[in-house]
C-alpha cells in the first residue's frame, strides 16, 4: 500500500503514532501477562515499521525488550 500525503497530513499521522507507540511501550512494561505481552511486542513492531517510514523522533528509538 502507498499513501500520498502532504507534509501537515505526515506530521499528524506521525504524531498520533507517536503517542500510540509511547502508550503501547508503557503498557507492554506494565503487563505481567506473558502471552499478552508477546501480542503487544507484535504490534509495537508493526508500529515501529510504520514509523520508520514516516520518520520522527520515535523511529530511531530500540523496541522493547
Do not use: C
Amino acid at each position: 500500500m502507498e499513501l500520498h500525503l502532504t507534509d501537515e497530513q505526515a506530521e499528524l499521522v506521525r504524531g498520533v503514532l507517536d503517542r500510540a507507540w509511547r502508550d503501547l511501550r508503557y503498557e507492554i512494561a506494565d503487563t505481567d501477562n506473558s502471552r499478552f505481552k508477546a501480542e503487544l511486542r507484535g504490534r509495537e513492531q508493526v508500529m515501529h515499521g510504520v514509523l520508520d517510514l514516516l520518520g520522527g523522533p520515535l523511529a530511531d528509538q530500540p523496541l522493547s525488550s
